[in-house]
């Protein structure tokens, strides 16, 4: 394992190949993240049940269960867990679906392991920057807040993401704006910005959220999905990343008078 014994995540596999399942273990406990794997939807939503995992490798077609119905069986379980989703060649309109859904990501095999592994990666290592609370004004690196240049990739992505912040963005999706494949707009992206895509995206609905709550005709729940949100949890949790309270303990704090 090339973390020593550190483990920097836990992964769950789910793929009716066993050979596939086999393979990514050992490609995933290299890199120092613990696996478990699954051959059917089922046997995924049981011990999704068991356990506790960072993160969820879905393939699209399993034996016993449409995978867009085990996707669903998941956010049921657990709302906030990461999902990568595999699928064929072909499959646009059903990867459009598990986005609607609440996919994290999206592989078409065959993919790049590498490229994989770099993606759980980033992805897990989002999600415990977030929980740790670091997302905050005076941990976010300078580029955040500094004018990029317009005629620059990123600088194309960040004037999209300001622009496009309220709808689902894919990470596809800003990585063509920035004229760059997927893989490599992650990397350039937070050697720019000091910070990962989707991070930069949390942190700025968070900010518009902040704006939105000294309304007061607007409840809650309508400032979360009005700035991007998919579920009114995900919005908490990263509003309290950022601002270290609940949306409704900062409201309450900074407009006692606004009506909830």
């Given at each position: 394992m090339e973390n020593g014994n550190k483990t920097i995540g836990r992964l769950l596999i789910t793929d009716d190949e066993k050979w596939i399942c086999e393979s990514l273990n050992l490609l995933f406990s290299r890199?120092?993240?613990?696996v478990s794997t699954a051959l059917s939807g089922q046997e995924a939503l049981s011990l999704l049940k068991a356990q506790t995992v960072d993160l969820v490798i879905l393939d699209f077609n399993l034996p016993?269960?449409?995978?867009l119905d085990v996707l669903t069986g998941i956010k049921k379980?657990?709302?906030?867990?990461?999902v990568i989703f595999m699928t064929g060649y072909g499959s646009e309109t059903i990867s459009i679906k598990a986005f609607k859904l609440g996919i994290s990501d999206y592989f078409i095999k065959p993919f790049d392991p590498k490229a994989l592994v770099d993606r759980v990666i980033e992805i897990i290592g989002e999600k415990k920057e977030i929980s740790a609370n670091l997302l905050s004004e005076n941990t976010l690196p300078p580029a955040v807040d500094d004018e990029i240049e317009d005629s620059t990739g990123i600088g194309k992505a960040v004037k999209y993401l300001k622009d496009n912040?309220?709808?689902r963005i894919s990470l596809e999706e800003v990585a063509n704006v920035a004229?760059?494949?997927?893989?490599?707009?992650?990397?350039?992206?937070?050697k720019v910005m000091g910070i990962s895509f989707t991070y930069y995206l949390n942190y700025l609905r968070v900010k518009?959220?902040?704006?939105?709550?000294?309304?007061?005709?607007?409840?809650?729940?309508e400032v979360a999905f009005s700035v991007g949100f998919n579920s009114l949890r995900q919005f908490e949790r990263a509003f309290k990343g950022s601002m270290g309270q609940t949306?409704?303990?900062?409201?309450?704090?900074?407009?006692?008078?606004t009506a909830f």
């Open positions: 890199k120092g993240l613990e016993d269960m449409d995978g379980i657990n709302p906030d867990i990461p912040y309220t709808t004229g760059v494949s997927r893989y490599h707009f992650t990397r350039l992206f937070k518009k959220a902040e704006e939105a709550l000294s309304c007061p005709d607007a409840n809650i729940s949306a409704a303990e900062y409201r309450k704090d900074k407009y006692p008078d």
